[in-house]
């Protein structure tokens, strides 16, 4: 008895003493202090109370909520969504459209990366990687051959394809954590280079001047114009990544996530079907960075750091690894909320971490994630 | 000759795992190869499904060697397997369990997948009816639609076995596949084996019951230590005396 007693009083300590930490830099030793005492009492009462009341509250305590099976079965109801998403440049003002077409492009970049995390299992680290080269290869192409919109990108596109291609190419063979890591140094490798080709890229003070798109002679500059192409892609993104998901291709993928042994003695090519996934996502990733590029007109090396990469795998693993939709809403949540919270300033990354960490300890798959989606 | 295995070695380090196995196996036929634990025979299906290298030796499957080929090669040349420990797709619903297993049948290529053209949707379908027909053979259609990992026991195994038939080999390795079934479970499995021989396929087993080996076999391997002891009918395999010493320990007076 005592020594339950002694692990009660040990967890909640420990508990109240991290969130006071958490606590201390923004608003001082005092009201860390009484955060900590709080935090601590109600953590004292409510354990035992939950025990003493039996089966209840055991089940209340967390609460499950299927959001599959929530949503329409058939899948055609889906283009629904796309309806509020026209109307937006209809009702809102430009810095509300300035966010939609950032959500957009970010929600190309997630479901791009949850192809390869998601889907297939390779932990990415250095993804921004694509974005940096399909946005890169735009502007250049642009700005030194003057070439179009749309004679750029899909040039840009066959490049980052071929670039997501040679960087898998040595390390795909390399698992888990090692993988991880060298995707991280490609991340890196490649803002580096960016950063210091002067020649080339013009380093730091990156490129300006990329024309903005235009369809059929008509400017696509306009904030709402744009925000229809960047819809445009999203929509395309979506329905080809499902396609892909449900075929062959994506159950291979899958069964390569789930175990490899299995697949290899079902006859898929582990090696090659693992290219074609990154393959597959560098492509979404360059098209949104050929987005970013005609969006901003403007880039520079500052636009594609690690952390870049680091909110992106965020925007997978919140909406839930393997799910489309689920994606789609991390990504909307980790572009929208940071600017909804701009009020409150300082606190807005606080916020939002605790918001993860506590969604990691309450549903680990994830917002949309099926129990299938993570992993033991 | 189905399958020729020729002088087949596999070390690892200094320890023997197998030594100069050679045996052939006509089309047709149900082998078993019993021995007692660690006697190297599943380390002869690793060889067998390229799993592993062998350190010397040969193997020739209906005329070709396989023995430098990759896993995925030898399974679409026809040689299809289950695992000891049971290795499914977990995350994934039966019915697609079984349809990764048609993966090199399916002809349709990403422009079709990504247009829906009829062709591929056609396709779909018919890899989607096979599949559930496979189920039907392993009594599993009621599964169909379930997460592969929350299934019985006894119906994870019949689900491997599903997977590896819906490959359409040959020759199908079978890894213990009465394991911790009970005798019902395990009289159904004979079936079921016995339906696989009537399809035309050649099998391979690894079998620790006797029952199960005896009724069923039309010929057994015994390996002890790596090596060949015995060969032959079940009949003659049962009164050899060197068998009966590996399993039972020397007589001493």
């Not at chain 1, 596109?157 to 795909?172: H, K, Q, R, Y």
């Not at chain 2, 009816?129 to 026991?153: C, D, H, R, V, W």
């Not at chain 2, 016995?194 to 015994?222: A, N, Q, Y």
Request: hydrophobic share 50%; aromatic share 10%; charged share 15%.
């Amino acid at each position: 008895m005592s020594s339950s007693i002694v692990k009660t009083l040990l967890r909640s300590g420990s508990i109240s003493l991290w969130a006071a930490l958490l606590f201390l830099p923004f608003k001082g030793l005092h009201a860390a202090g009484i955060l900590f005492i709080l935090l601590f009492l109600s953590l004292l009462v409510i354990r035992p109370a939950a025990r003493l009341s039996g089966p209840f509250f055991r089940t209340a305590e967390v609460v499950r909520i299927n959001i599959e099976r929530l949503m329409p079965r058939d899948s055609r109801y889906l283009l629904l969504l796309i309806l509020p998403a026209l109307a937006i440049p209809l009702f809102f003002r430009n810095y509300i459209l300035d966010v939609a077409v950032l959500t957009g492009i970010y929600i190309i970049l997630a479901l791009a990366l949850n192809v390869v995390v998601g889907f297939t299992g390779l932990l990415n680290l250095g993804f921004v990687a694509y974005y940096a080269i399909g946005a890169y290869s735009f502007a250049l192409l642009n700005t030194r051959l003057g070439m179009g919109f749309w004679s750029a990108l899909p040039l840009s596109l066959v490049i980052t394809t071929a670039a997501g291609f040679i960087f898998a190419a040595p390390a795909i063979r390399l698992k888990g954590d090692y993988l991880a890591l060298v995707t991280l140094g490609f991340g890196e490798i490649v803002r580096i280079t960016l950063n210091n080709w002067d020649s080339f890229t013009r380093g730091p003070n990156g490129l300006s001047g990329i024309d903005e798109p235009f369809f059929f002679g008509i400017s696509l500059a306009t904030l709402s114009s744009f925000y229809y192409l960047v819809l445009f892609f999203v929509v395309l993104a979506v329905i080809v990544i499902r396609r892909v998901h449900a075929s062959k291709i994506g159950r291979a993928w899958i069964a390569l996530r789930e175990d490899e042994i299995a697949a290899s003695a079902m006859g898929i090519r582990i090696t090659q079907y693992k290219l074609y996934s990154v393959s597959f996502g560098a492509f979404w990733a360059g098209l949104a960075g050929c987005l970013f590029a005609a969006k901003m007109r403007f880039i520079s090396p500052e636009s594609f750091t690690f952390m870049e990469s680091v909110l992106i795998l965020c925007m997978v693993i919140l909406g839930g690894l393997g799910s489309i939709a689920g994606v789609i809403v991390g990504a909307v949540i980790l572009v929208v909320l940071p600017e909804a919270l701009r009020d409150i300033q300082m606190y807005r990354m606080l916020a939002l971490g605790a918001g993860i960490v506590l969604l990691m300890i309450f549903r680990p798959q994830g917002l949309f994630g099926g129990n299938n989606a993570s992993r033991s | 000759m189905l399958l020729e295995v020729r002088a087949v070695s596999k070390r690892f380090g200094g320890i023997r795992a197998i030594e100069d196995i050679t045996f052939s196996l006509k089309q047709g036929l149900i082998l078993s190869i019993i021995g007692p634990n660690g006697a190297g025979k599943t380390t002869l299906f690793n060889c067998l499904t390229g799993f592993m290298k062998l350190t010397r030796g040969n193997i020739i499957f209906s005329g070709t060697h396989i023995s430098s080929l990759t896993a995925d090669r030898i399974n679409r040349l026809g040689i299809s397997r289950t695992f000891q420990n049971i290795r499914l797709f977990k995350g994934m619903s039966v019915i697609e369990n079984v349809m990764v297993a048609q993966h090199a049948k399916i002809r349709s290529g990403l422009m079709p997948i990504i247009a829906h053209t009829p062709a591929f949707l056609n396709e779909e379908a018919s890899v989607r009816q096979t599949a559930y027909e496979y189920l039907e053979f392993l009594g599993l259609e009621s599964f169909a639609e379930q997460n592969a990992g929350n299934l019985p026991y006894g119906a994870q195994r019949r689900l491997e076995i599903a997977r590896a038939l819906a490959s359409e080999p040959q020759l199908i390795l079978l890894d213990e596949p009465s394991a911790g079934m009970n005798p019902l479970e395990t009289d159904e499995m004979m079936a079921t084996i016995r339906k696989m021989r009537e399809m035309g396929k050649t099998i391979i087993l690894i079998e620790h019951d006797m029952k199960f080996v005896m009724g069923i076999s039309d010929r057994i391997i015994v390996l002890d230590h790596g090596v060949k002891i015995a060969e032959g009918s079940p009949q003659e395999v049962k009164n050899n005396p060197l068998v009966i010493e590996a399993y039972l320990g020397k007589e001493t007076h």
